[in-house]
């Protein structure tokens, strides 16, 4: 376990503030505690700036106190995917060996985020991924390693289908994981924690297209055409099902939304009543803007894109998109060409 001097800064400002915003939109507030007052305003006054390990220590043991939801630290994870780490340019140039992709992209985020000693083994036609102790992070292991999980998984998921995750800790809600990630495996209280990748994606199916299909080609709120938002989406549950979309746009529905926020979903729907909306305006809305943008700035065809925001076929999407615009995607796709 590292011995360095624990107030040296290592970890990139870019990252805590995207904390800081994600711990926003949970409506906890840390900028407004003290403790951390200073540090939120360092965050835009020197944004090449860094913290150390001492600093996210305290920084994360308080956040999963506030929280109070063991998947959170996972969630946040999977926003730290290719772009935020500056790899989309070069994971799509550099597509020829999957497996070596895997090796370069894990070397470079334990450097980029040196918290754990990140491992690479080959194994068959895929990898293990194993994450070791390097620092001492005390009560914020926990929270800290779910971060790193849900990095990778958001990373390899368009290499691999099947992806096994091995924890090291333990979980209240076990049952309620998988519906973060879809066909993946949990095992919890293992030995070591580690993210198993059996099966990687062959060259044979080129893998700057599986970027387009599967989502590492990520459009994000910031990439959305600038417009004014709906003042309801700043309400607390509204909020949550808006995340919840983009975070999961092909296979949202309000049963899974309901199901991660532990309500029924004649609940859930009575809730955002009360808020002013409804879970169709919010994936809806979401959908029609991520339709524009695909249309406007990616080659995905037009089948494609249905696929990518949850419709069933070509058709299903062309007549969503004729009502919401009343022109259809070709003729919009035209008008941009």
Request: hydrophobic residues 35%; contains cysteine.
């Amino acid at each position: 376990m590292q011995t360095l001097d624990e107030q040296i800064p290592i970890i990139s400002y870019r990252y805590v503030k995207r904390f800081f915003e994600f711990m926003e939109i949970r409506q906890v507030h840390m900028k407004d505690l003290p403790v951390y007052a200073s540090l939120f305003n360092e965050l835009f006054s020197d944004p090449e700036g860094s913290i150390s390990v001492q600093q996210l220590r305290m920084l994360s043991g308080a956040a999963d106190e506030l929280l109070n939801d063991e998947k959170a630290g996972f969630e946040f994870g999977q926003k730290l995917d290719l772009s935020t780490h500056g790899l989309l340019g070069y994971t799509v140039m550099n597509s020829e060996n999957p497996i070596q992709l895997i090796e370069t992209i894990v070397n470079h985020v334990s450097v980029s985020v040196p918290l754990f000693r990140l491992k690479v083994r080959r194994q068959g036609h895929g990898v293990v991924i194993s994450v070791q102790d390097l620092w001492d992070l005390g009560d914020a292991k926990s929270l800290i390693t779910k971060i790193y999980l849900g990095s990778i998984y958001e990373i390899a998921r368009s290499l691999c289908q099947e992806i096994r995750f091995e924890c090291a800790f333990s979980s209240l809600k076990a049952s309620q994981w998988t519906t973060l990630t879809g066909d993946s495996k949990w095992h919890f209280d293992t030995q070591f924690t580690q993210v198993v990748l059996p099966e990687i994606y062959r060259s044979s199916k080129p893998h700057q297209k599986r970027l387009l299909n599967t989502g590492l080609y990520s459009i994000k709120d910031s990439d959305l055409p600038l417009q004014s938002p709906a003042a309801n989406v700043q309400k607390p549950l509204t909020r949550q099902i808006h995340d919840h979309v983009l975070q999961e746009l092909r296979y949202a529905n309000i049963e899974k939304s309901a199901q991660r926020l532990n309500m029924s979903t004649r609940h859930l729907r009575k809730r955002l009543a009360q808020e002013g909306s409804s879970f169709r305006e919010i994936s809806t809305n979401i959908r029609k803007q991520f339709a524009a943008t695909y249309l406007k700035n990616t080659p995905l065809s037009i089948n494609e894109i249905g696929l990518k925001l949850g419709f069933g076929d070509q058709s299903s999407f062309t007549r969503a998109y004729q009502r919401w615009t009343g022109e259809t995607p070709g003729a919009t796709r035209k008008h941009q060409q």
